[in-house]
Structure formats: structure tokens, C-alpha cells
């Protein structure tokens, strides 16, 4: 039912882990709903200079958040704002219809990351 | 690397005997059991003998069998069967909140049209309290139906109890055997039921075909109009092949018993003890001793079930959980919920069901790639505790 992409991604998810002093961190979703993530991001003159994942949930939602790890770093704040769920399922050669809406989390978590990195700066 | 077949609560593998014993029925003796002359007669004989083998299985006479296409058909003409005969002196059903989807959702199907159902809660084992059975029943009550072991948990009911006390208040009573027969001792007359339902390729025989035990002088209602087939409670032609395979399960589960039972209960045990022994945080879901021999169930806090099938599945190993995200409804299990799990260590369970082949190597195999692989998810997960 996954992509070989997925399956990829799934089994070696890349940038799993914490950023100890993130400049800003997003989280989505709810354990009680089977998905939840939290994305951590660097940012350097306004590039992602690092993103980090922890993702509870199925292999779709740990597809998405390694897939969205790789798709955020290097981009711009305003690159990164554009990154859509469906290019994150597109990234990853498609994910089963059923996934699409609850475990396709992970762009709504770099977004959410990005405006608590906007509203810590904003206070600043 | 060789696959390790443990979910044989969803399916098992057909046996070479029954596999040998079916395939005269499609290359040579093909005929249509009505038929009066002699190539239909062969297939006449096979389906009188496949049928005594069947009620040798579960205590019942020959003629008390009807085939099915299987354990979701066997349910839907016990339910609707009974309930469309007797709509006009009850209209009432008791059921439990664990049942199977198929008789669940067949009650679901009866309450919309004009019947009502009582679904007796179950305690945090899975097991339904007699008592509350007994306190549902009213004037108006049918029919009592409670499976006799649970498909995800394994536990399994006090049929025989409410079996007997559906008989004293006059309710025809039918149990759901789908998971139980050929894994435990079945028969209709200890467990004081009037139906019960069986599945073919559930001990190892063919997929799509099942039966029916309807206690005789029970009446119900055909589901399907036709030719008369089956004494009139399912028409159409037989189908020999499947029916043959069915039998031929039946009587090497008769025979294996025994056998079977005890090597999978020392398998289960073993399973269990070592999982919980060795992975923090973990549990069984279910009870400890009212279970199906082959039956484990266990959950992991912080671990979500489809990524601990997933990653199993790439260690060659199959199994299944109790988790929405693998279910096509992506509703959690109800039957977890039912025990009162909360949903986010609903999410966390899996289902091991082992089978007359499986061997303590493969067991500690699994339980090994267990430990690994929820250390490996709770290192990922963000509601891991941070120790």
C-alpha cells in the first residue's frame, strides 16, 4: 500500500532527534488521534539552517516528517511557507488516499514551527 | 529469510491434506449434488459425508449442519434468520459491545429496521458478566448472541452460563465460534447454544466457505431464495470443493486437538512472559487465563501499532494491531475500547496469533525484533517521557 519512497523513508528516516535550542518548534496533531509530531528548526539569516523531527504515529506519518526534514533545510523562511502537504505526499510518490488527511501532518508542523520562530522575534 | 506467519486470527494456511482432498472435487467429481444420476451423486455423497464431519467437529447431528460461504454469512442467517421469523412475538436482541463486525453490524442493519438491541458491556479482561445478560432480557427477547472467543483479544466467554439461562427464560441463544472451534474444545451441547458459527479457513482450510449449526426444531429464514438447498435455509448449488476442504480442516483439528492446544499454550505463555519481562511499559491486553491458546496481546506505550507492524513485517514477520491507522474505517479498535484502554495506547497494540507451525525459535525471534523495534520507535516518539 506505500511507495517504495515511503517505505524508504520509513525505514531510514532522516534528521530524527531534537534541536536543543531551536529557534522555533511545531506541534501538530494529538496521541490520541494515532499521530503527533513535533518539528524543530534553526534558522540563520532567514534560511532553515537545521530541521528535526519526533513523529508518534504510522509509517505515513514518519514518512512525511523525514521527507519534510529533507524538502525545509536550506530553503528560505518564505521558500519553506509554500511547502505543501500534497508536495510532501507528492515527494514521496504518492500516499494512500486514506493517508492523505491524517497522517499528512507534516507540513502543518514545519508551518506551525516557522510561526512560533515569527511570534518569538516578533516579541523581540 | 524465511517469513514468520503470525496472524492466523486473520487467516491460516491451508493444510496439504485439505488441499489434496479438494482438488478431486474440481478436476473429476464435478457434479452438481441434486443431480440424480451417478456424477452428481458422487458429489452427493462427498457433501453428506463432509457434513457428518463437520458435526463430529462440535457434537451436532449431520442434519443440524448448513454451509455457508462463511462465518460473516453463518452470523448474518442466524440473526436475520431467527429475527425475521419470530418479528411478530419479539423484537428484541442481546448482543455484547466486543462482537466481531459481523454480527455487530448485522445488529446494526436490524435495529434500523425496528428491532432493539441491548449490548452488554464486558469488564477489563473482555469477559461479559452473565448476570448482566440475564438482567437485559425481557419479554420481548429473541435472541441472545456472544461469541465464544473474542478475534482480537482471545478471551474467552462463559457461553455454557448464559447458554443455559438464555434456555430457562425460553431465548434461543447463538454463539459467534468462529475463533474458538478447532482451538479449543466446541461442542453445541456443553455450551448449551441452538447456533453456531464456524469458518473454514480459519483452521486451516479453504477461504469462502463456513457453516452454520442450527440445533434441530430451530426454525429460521432462508437469506437467500432459491432451489431448496440445505434444508431450505441457503439455497444455492453446493459448493463441494470448499465444503470437502472444511470438512477435511475439521477432522485434522478434531484429531489435533490436543496437540495443537497444549503446544500453543506453551508458545502464548512464553511470548507473553518474555515481551513483558523485557520491553519496559508493556502489557496484555485481555485475560490471562480465559484465552485462546494461541492468542497474544500486547500493547507498548508511546509506540503507534502500524509502524510496529510495518517494521516487523521487514523482519519478516506478520502480524496485526489494533491501531486506526491500519484499519479502513481508521476507527481504533472497539473491542480495546471496550476494556477501557485509552486511545493512545490503543494505538499501541499488536496481535499475535500463532499456529499449529510456529516454533519457540520464531517466537524468540519476535520478541527479540520486538524489544529493538519499540526502542527504536520510542527513541522517535515525542511522548516518550524523557527519563
Redesign the interface.
Known amino acids: 500500500m506505500y511507495s517504495k519512497k515511503v ?1 524508504e523513508h ?2 531510514n ?1 532522516r534528521n ?1 532527534g531534537e534541536i536543543e535550542d531551536a529557534d522555533g518548534v511545531g ?1 501538530v496533531g494529538n ?8 518539528i524543530y528548526i534553526k534558522v540563520d539569516d532567514g534560511k532553515l539552517t537545521d530541521v528535526k523531527f ?9 514518512a512525511t516528517s523525514s521527507m519534510i526534514t529533507e524538502l525545509a533545510k536550506g530553503k528560505t523562511i518564505e521558500e519553506a511557507l509554500e511547502i505543501s502537504r500534497d508536495d510532501v505526499a507528492d515527494s514521496l510518490d504518492g500516499l494512500p488516499p ?2 492523505m488527511h ?2 499528512n501532518l507534516a507540513a502543518d508542523g514545519l508551518h506551525a514551527a516557522i510561526e512560533d520562530y515569527q511570534n518569538k522575534n516578533k516579541s523581540k | 529469510m524465511s517469513k514468520i506467519y503470525m496472524d492466523h486470527g486473520a487467516t491460516t494456511k491451508p493444510d496439504p491434506e485439505v488441499v489434496r482432498a479438494m482438488l478431486p472435487y474440481y478436476e473429476e467429481y464435478f457434479g452438481n449434488a441434486s443431480s440424480l444420476h451417478s456424477i452428481g451423486q458422487e458429489a452427493a455423497v462427498a457433501l453428506n459425508r463432509s457434513r457428518q464431519q463437520v458435526a463430529d467437529l462440535v457434537g451436532a447431528q449431520p442434519e443440524e449442519i448448513i454451509f455457508t460461504s462463511g462465518g460473516t454469512e453463518s452470523d448474518n442467517l442466524a440473526l436475520k434468520g431467527i429475527a425475521s421469523l419470530k418479528k411478530n412475538s419479539g423484537k428484541h436482541i442481546i448482543t455484547s459491545v466486543i462482537e466481531h463486525p459481523a454480527v455487530l453490524n448485522t445488529c446494526k442493519y436490524l435495529q434500523d429496521n425496528g428491532f432493539k438491541i441491548t449490548y452488554v458491556p464486558v469488564d477489563d479482561q473482555g469477559l461479559v458478566n452473565p448476570v448482566d445478560v440475564e438482567d437485559a432480557i425481557t419479554e420481548d427477547t429473541i435472541l441472545i448472541s456472544i461469541m465464544h472467543a473474542n478475534n482480537e483479544i482471545g478471551t474467552i466467554q462463559p457461553i455454557e452460563e448464559i447458554g443455559t439461562l438464555a434456555h430457562e427464560r425460553g431465548v434461543l441463544m447463538h454463539t459467534d465460534a468462529v475463533q474458538s472451534v478447532g482451538k479449543i474444545p466446541v461442542n453445541v451441547d456443553d455450551l448449551s447454544v441452538d447456533m453456531l458459527s464456524i469458518s473454514a479457513h480459519k483452521i486451516h482450510g479453504p477461504k469462502g466457505v463456513g457453516a452454520l449449526y442450527v440445533r434441530k426444531g430451530t426454525r429460521l429464514e432462508s437469506l437467500v431464495q432459491g432451489g431448496g438447498h440445505e434444508m431450505g435455509k441457503r439455497a444455492g448449488t453446493e459448493n463441494i470443493p470448499g465444503i470437502v476442504g472444511l470438512a477435511k480442516a475439521a477432522e485434522l483439528a478434531a484429531q489435533r486437538l490436543d496437540d495443537d492446544a497444549s503446544k500453543m499454550c506453551s508458545l502464548r505463555d512464553s511470548a507473553i512472559k518474555k515481551a513483558l519481562e523485557s520491553i519496559p511499559e508493556s502489557y496484555l491486553n485481555g485475560h490471562p487465563t480465559r484465552r485462546l491458546p494461541n492468542n497474544v496481546h500486547l500493547r507498548f506505550s ?3 501499532g ?2 510496529l507492524l ?2 516487523l513485517d ?1 523482519k519478516g514477520v506478520a502480524v496485526s494491531t489494533g ?4 484499519s ?1 474505517s ?1 476507527e ?1 479498535s472497539h473491542v480495546l475500547a471496550a476494556l477501557g484502554i ?3 495506547q490503543i ?1 499501541g497494540s499488536l496481535r499475535i496469533t500463532l499456529g499449529r507451525e510456529n516454533t519457540m525459535d520464531e517466537v524468540d525471534y519476535v520478541v527479540e525484533s520486538l524489544v529493538e523495534i519499540v526502542e527504536k520507535l520510542r ?5 516518550t517521557p524523557k527519563h
Open positions: 517505505m520509513f525505514s528516516p530524527v506541534e496521541p490520541v488521534c494515532g499521530d503527533m509530531m513535533t519526533k513523529t508518534f504515529g504510522c509509517g505515513a506519518a514518519i486514506i493517508k491524517c497522517s | 508511546y509506540v503507534e502500524e509502524s510495518m517494521m521487514m491501531s486506526a491507522c491500519s479502513k481508521l481504533p485509552p486511545p493512545e494505538h527513541a522517535m516518539s515525542p511522548i
